[in-house]
């Protein structure tokens, strides 16, 4: 499969960036800069901002988008009491973003927009060049519902 | 204006979002005219990334022409092309003056450990990003550097993190004439990260990945030895069988957390998120590095933890590296090497939609149809 050219330098540019001194560690650190700095302008909030609590106040800029609403704001806001070091910080966001896409789901349906599944999950390239994929993915998905509504009806009925 | 809009894992759309508007005398607004998939998009795709918020737009790698300055931003005019390096950077901080502009302080409040990325979440701050018509730019002053006359555009996109990337995997790599490099990953970064390994010297180049079409371009664009680890059974052995049993000098951990090629990182990683994504990869470099060797990881992990055989660092003496690219640091270099030809990055671009595709673009590259390489969304 491979045929190994035994003279390296043939390659273009061989060598043109080599540097000794970078073994194996790159010069980096200049103790010179090891105090702080004073910080650049402070970008001001008009939305809510969360901030690791590893640090005592916002970065000098951030970004405003999404700010924390709803239960997953509120779990949001219960993550960031906690360093980055613990899973109470990381768990609660990463249940955050799932609750977020249901309540952003919510949102769409209230506004009258209801999502087109097919097309945002790229379903138009997956019948375009992986037709199997897409319809075992459509198999599994549609078994899996009438399994859960059967099921639920199963509960209910006996109720 | 136009933008993509993250609604969940693996779904995504096109959706009118407000104009971004200046919030920081330092800021800019650039209206964006090409920006890439970077494969650490996809980890935000496959929601593997906390704090992935629904509504976000996504895109860290992209060019396009200033429309506006803040009041504190001399060095460019409205109407300059500029390629904006992926990380946020004040340019000023105890770690942007040593040229760590990926590990700004003054650009993220949501992580201490990541510095601001355009559109990546909220812990690498909270920015929209590129994949969109118009994008808010802080520190317009330090990151975006306007496209050398008569270099390619494309050229100009690849150099805002992928061809970086590649670089300086091979930089921290510290790679000595005459030394042995493994590339895990023949992704974009991998490629990248091949091709640069011989500018440093390497004697020889070696590329694992799985993906056979992918294999096959590396092999011609970065004229190295190429292997399929699905057709060898135990890809640290087969190392350790082609470097005369003692391993590789430098190993390269250009995958990340999507990684294939073992059931337990990929069930514990990846489907049921009890680890920051699947480290096969940084498993096998760390175990096909020798004795005293250096790993270099550039692939991106979430923030939590991984399983990685770390009582092995200890006992092979391993040196590990590993940074988000400080692009601006490198940019002067690599734009030297693509004027004179040693490098031609938009020579991986596979694959151009319009931002209306977006969501079949991401469907794509994360499915690895079509032998997409690098796609790129032209605004």
Same mark, same amino acid.
């Given at each position: 499969?491979?045929?190994?050219?035994?003279?390296?330098?043939?390659?273009?540019?061989?060598?043109?960036?080599?540097?000794?001194?970078?073994?194996?560690?790159?010069?980096?650190?200049? !103790?010179?800069?090891?105090?702080? =700095?004073?910080?650049?302008?402070?970008? /001001?909030?008009? #939305? +809510?901002? @969360?901030?690791?609590?590893?640090?005592?106040?916002?970065?000098?800029?951030?970004?405003?988008?999404?700010?924390?609403?709803?239960?997953?704001?509120?779990?949001?806001?219960?993550?960031?009491?906690?360093?980055?070091? !613990?899973?109470?910080?990381?768990? =609660?966001?990463?249940?955050?973003?799932? /609750?977020?896409? #249901? +309540?952003? @789901?919510?949102?769409?349906?209230?506004?009258?927009?209801?999502?087109?599944?097919?097309?945002?999950?790229?379903?138009?390239?997956?019948?375009?060049?992986?037709?199997?994929?897409?319809?075992?993915?459509?198999?599994?998905?549609?078994?899996?519902?009438?399994?859960?509504?059967?099921?639920?009806?199963?509960?209910?009925?006996?109720? | 204006?136009?933008?993509?809009?993250?609604?969940?894992?693996?779904?995504?759309?096109?959706?009118?979002?407000?104009?971004?508007?200046?919030?920081?005398?330092?800021?800019?607004?650039?209206?964006?005219?090409?920006?890439?998939?970077?494969?650490?998009?996809?980890?935000?795709?496959?929601?593997?990334?906390?704090?992935?918020?629904?509504?976000?737009?996504?895109?860290?790698?992209?060019?396009?022409?200033?429309?506006?300055?803040?009041?504190?931003?001399?060095?460019?005019?409205?109407?300059?092309?500029?390629?904006?390096?992926?990380?946020?950077?004040?340019?000023?901080?105890?770690?942007?003056?040593?040229?760590?502009?990926?590990?700004?302080?003054?650009?993220?409040?949501?992580?201490?450990?990541?510095?601001?990325?355009?559109?990546?979440?909220?812990?690498?701050?909270?920015?929209?990003?590129?994949?969109?018509?118009?994008?808010?730019?802080?520190?317009?002053?330090?990151?975006?550097?306007?496209?050398?006359?008569?270099?390619?555009?494309?050229?100009?996109?690849?150099?805002?993190?992928?061809?970086?990337?590649?670089?300086?995997?091979?930089?921290?790599?510290?790679?000595?004439?005459?030394?042995?490099?493994?590339?895990?990953?023949?992704?974009?970064?991998?490629?990248?990260?091949?091709?640069?390994?011989?500018?440093?010297?390497?004697?020889?180049?070696?590329?694992?990945?799985?993906?056979?079409?992918?294999?096959?371009?590396?092999?011609?664009?970065?004229?190295?030895?190429?292997?399929?680890?699905?057709?060898?059974?135990?890809?640290?052995?087969?190392?350790?069988?082609?470097?005369?049993?003692?391993?590789?000098?430098?190993?390269?951990?250009?995958?990340?957390?999507?990684?294939?090629?073992?059931?337990?990182?990929?069930?514990?990683?990846?489907?049921?998120?009890?680890?920051?994504?699947?480290?096969?990869?940084?498993?096998?470099?760390?175990?096909?590095?020798?004795?005293?060797?250096?790993?270099?990881?550039?692939?991106?992990?979430?923030?939590?933890?991984?399983?990685?055989?770390?009582?092995?660092?200890?006992?092979?003496?391993?040196?590990?590296?590993?940074?988000?690219?400080?692009?601006?640091?490198?940019?002067?270099?690599?734009?030297?090497?693509?004027?004179?030809?040693?490098?031609?990055?938009?020579?991986?671009?596979?694959?151009?939609?319009?931002?209306?595709?977006?969501?079949?673009?991401?469907?794509?590259?994360?499915?690895?149809?079509?032998?997409?390489?690098?796609?790129?969304?032209?605004?």
């Amino acid at each position: 499969m491979n045929v190994i050219n035994k003279d390296a330098s043939v390659h273009e540019g061989w060598a043109i960036d080599e540097n000794i001194e970078n073994d194996p560690t790159y010069p980096m650190r200049n !103790r010179a800069y090891s105090k702080i =700095p004073s910080r650049p302008e402070q970008q /001001i909030a008009r #939305v +809510e901002i @969360l901030h690791s609590n590893e640090r005592p106040h916002y970065s000098s800029v951030f970004g405003e988008i999404v700010p924390p609403s709803g239960l997953s704001g509120q779990l949001r806001r219960y993550a960031f009491q906690h360093s980055e070091s !613990r899973y109470r910080h990381w768990l =609660p966001l990463l249940l955050a973003d799932r /609750i977020h896409v #249901v +309540e952003e @789901l919510i949102n769409d349906v209230k506004q009258g927009h209801i999502p087109n599944f097919f097309v945002e999950m790229g379903g138009r390239a997956l019948w375009k060049y992986d037709k199997m994929t897409l319809l075992k993915k459509t198999t599994c998905y549609a078994v899996g519902t009438v399994a859960v509504l059967w099921t639920i009806r199963r509960i209910l009925g006996k109720k | 204006m136009k933008a993509m809009n993250y609604r969940g894992p693996f779904r995504i759309r096109v959706d009118e979002k407000p104009m971004p508007e200046i919030l920081h005398p330092r800021d800019a607004i650039v209206q964006v005219t090409r920006a890439c998939i970077c494969g650490s998009d996809l980890h935000l795709y496959h929601g593997m990334v906390p704090d992935t918020r629904v509504g976000s737009t996504f895109g860290h790698e992209f060019i396009g022409i200033v429309r506006e300055l803040g009041s504190g931003v001399t060095n460019l005019k409205v109407g300059d092309k500029v390629l904006v390096p992926f990380n946020i950077a004040c340019g000023e901080c105890v770690f942007c003056v040593q040229g760590l502009f990926a590990n700004c302080h003054e650009s993220n409040s949501m992580s201490t450990a990541a510095g601001g990325i355009f559109g990546y979440s909220h812990i690498a701050g909270g920015y929209d990003g590129g994949q969109a018509e118009y994008v808010r730019v802080p520190y317009a002053d330090v990151g975006p550097t306007v496209i050398p006359e008569g270099m390619d555009e494309e050229d100009a996109l690849l150099l805002t993190d992928v061809l970086p990337t590649g670089y300086q995997a091979a930089e921290m790599g510290g790679i000595q004439k005459g030394d042995t490099v493994v590339v895990f990953g023949a992704g974009p970064i991998g490629i990248m990260a091949a091709k640069c390994a011989w500018l440093f010297g390497a004697e020889r180049v070696i590329v694992i990945d799985h993906l056979e079409y992918r294999l096959d371009f590396v092999k011609k664009y970065a004229n190295c030895e190429v292997y399929n680890f699905k057709s060898i059974e135990d890809p640290v052995l087969f190392i350790k069988h082609i470097t005369y049993w003692l391993g590789a000098d430098v190993c390269i951990d250009a995958v990340g957390s999507d990684a294939c090629g073992n059931a337990m990182q990929t069930i514990t990683g990846k489907k049921l998120l009890l680890q920051a994504g699947a480290a096969t990869a940084l498993h096998w470099a760390i175990n096909s590095v020798k004795k005293g060797g250096i790993v270099s990881i550039v692939g991106v992990y979430g923030p939590t933890d991984n399983l990685v055989p770390i009582g092995n660092v200890l006992n092979k003496g391993i040196t590990i590296r590993a940074n988000q690219t400080s692009v601006k640091r490198l940019l002067p270099r690599l734009i030297e090497h693509v004027q004179s030809g040693v490098l031609s990055p938009k020579d991986i671009i596979t694959h151009r939609f319009s931002l209306e595709e977006i969501p079949d673009a991401y469907r794509i590259f994360s499915s690895k149809l079509d032998e997409c390489i690098k796609p790129v969304i032209v605004v």
